[in-house]
């Protein structure tokens, strides 16, 4: 991964942020009663969507040891103004919103007309808690992979040729 493409991947996201802000400020509700600080925060929503889209790009493990290892130590150019990894973790809860139509509008390769699926379960607990499970009550069901029986939902996923989602 080179400065440019950062740089580049920097600049759609940034793009994307000057116009979406608006549109969502529209059609949002302020909380009544809730306090707020006017201090803006040193690290940008792109910036923030920038790093989660290169800890997916460059397939690290966690994000934990990605930000800290990475990001902290060999992308201080490139992020002047790191935050700690508390404070990353609750600005990327509140830019997940963004980066997912991000993905949803601008991201999605265009059908070839050869396309692979897969699936991944996503476990809501162990089977044998399955009849005692709340959580997901309703939404949740048994289920079987490669890896044997599980309780919780099915992630599936389509790409093109290309392995453009």
Same mark, same amino acid.
């Given at each position: 991964?080179?400065?440019?493409?950062?740089?580049?991947?920097?600049?759609?996201?940034?793009?994307?942020?000057?116009?979406?802000?608006?549109?969502?400020?529209?059609?949002?509700?302020?909380?009544?009663?809730?306090?707020?600080?006017?201090?803006?925060?040193?690290?940008?929503?792109?910036?923030? /969507?920038?790093?989660?889209?290169?800890?997916?790009?460059?397939?690290?493990?966690?994000?934990?040891?990605?930000?800290?290892?990475?990001?902290?130590?060999? /992308?201080?150019?490139?992020?002047?103004?790191?935050?700690?990894?508390?404070?990353?973790?609750?600005?990327?809860?509140?830019?997940?919103?963004?980066?997912?139509?991000?993905?949803?509008?601008?991201?999605?390769?265009?059908?070839?007309?050869?396309?692979?699926?897969?699936?991944?379960?996503?476990?809501?607990?162990?089977?044998?808690?399955?009849?005692?499970?709340?959580? /997901?009550?309703?939404?949740?069901?048994?289920?079987?992979?490669? /890896?044997?029986?599980?309780?919780?939902?099915?992630?599936?996923?389509?790409?093109?040729?290309?392995?453009?989602?």
């Amino acid at each position: 991964m080179t400065d440019a493409n950062i740089i580049e991947i920097f600049c759609i996201l940034d793009e994307f942020c000057k116009y979406f802000a608006p549109e969502l400020k529209k059609h949002t509700l302020d909380i009544c009663g809730k306090r707020r600080r006017n201090r803006p925060c040193l690290m940008s929503d792109s910036e923030v /969507m920038t790093i989660l889209v290169l800890f997916h790009i460059l397939r690290h493990r966690d994000l934990k040891s990605f930000y800290l290892g990475y990001v902290c130590n060999h /992308m201080r150019k490139e992020f002047p103004h790191r935050l700690s990894y508390n404070r990353f973790v609750e600005r990327q809860a509140k830019v997940g919103l963004r980066l997912l139509l991000f993905l949803q509008t601008c991201a999605l390769g265009k059908c070839t007309g050869i396309s692979i699926i897969d699936s991944t379960p996503l476990k809501s607990c162990n089977i044998k808690r399955a009849h005692s499970h709340r959580t /997901m009550k309703g939404w949740a069901a048994k289920g079987k992979c490669t /890896m044997g029986w599980f309780y919780g939902f099915k992630l599936h996923i389509v790409i093109n040729d290309r392995g453009e989602i």
